[in-house]
């Protein structure tokens, strides 16, 4: 079945530091979703790519689709305190609607 | 202001007992999901049904059975649970089609089994 893997599992930083999170599919994707999750919180959607090589930004947050749809990346330039949580990649195969999601890369942040 | 609502925060069971996890969703959506989420494997898919009356399989399924009888709610039941069993469940809920965008989740269900 369909895989999704996240590297890395944990990053620490320290805040003003730059931040990336970068996301493999095991299978050619129609559609990728990032969901940011905070300490003791709930999954809360942040964006979805679609287009091959697609690039988002959401202020400090840069999204990337790869060409191939097979691989996506989150990179967070100079990272706040607010950033704190755990960031998801979650696929979607062409032939379905049902979510793969990663394991997560765990950003903490030095003040 | 969209709600997934989970009827409980906490739960503590014991083996073998019959566990009801209830999920209701007030944005008219087609497309609902019960995943359960363990440190260091992140979440993962245990069944979604995309109409009433309508189920599917996820990655996980086995111990666990879902009704939807109405489109609103969407029930996760543990026939007879077990230690292993227990985790954080969380509910979601989303438009339907083959590219439907987010995914609401609710706040989350953490099972205890003793």
């Known amino acids: 079945g369909q895989q999704v893997m996240q590297i890395p599992q944990y990053q620490h930083v320290q805040e003003g530091e730059d931040f990336t999170t970068y996301c493999n599919s095991s299978?050619?994707?129609?559609?990728i979703q990032w969901y940011k999750q905070r300490p003791g919180g709930h999954p809360v959607f942040l964006i979805q790519?679609?287009?091959?090589?697609e690039v988002k930004k959401q202020k400090r947050l840069t999204f990337q689709f790869g060409e191939a749809k097979k691989n996506s990346s989150l990179h967070i330039t100079a990272t706040q305190t607010t950033d704190v949580g755990t960031y998801f990649c979650a696929g979607r195969g062409g032939s379905n609607y049902k979510l793969t999601f990663g394991k997560g890369t765990l950003l903490t942040v030095n003040p | 202001d969209v709600k997934v609502t989970q009827s409980s925060r906490y739960l503590v069971k014991r083996t073998g007992e019959k566990v009801f996890l209830e999920c209701v969703q007030d944005?008219?959506?087609?497309?609902m999901f019960w995943y359960r989420q363990d440190p260091g494997l992140g979440l993962r898919l245990i069944y979604f049904?995309?109409?009433?009356?309508?189920?599917e399989k996820g990655d996980i399924p086995e111990g666990y059975s879902v009704s939807r009888e109405k489109k609103e709610r969407f029930s996760l039941i543990l026939e007879s649970a077990s230690t292993n069993q227990t985790s954080m469940y969380l509910c979601?809920?989303?438009?339907?089609?083959?590219?439907?965008?987010?995914?609401?989740f609710g706040e989350g269900s953490r099972l205890t089994v003793l």
């Open positions: 944005m008219d959506h087609e497309n």
């Open positions: 299978t050619t994707l129609s559609n």
């Open positions: 790519l679609v287009k091959s090589g």
């Open positions: 979601a809920s989303g438009l339907a089609g083959g590219d439907t965008g987010e995914l609401f």
């Open positions: 049904s995309y109409d009433v009356k309508m189920k």
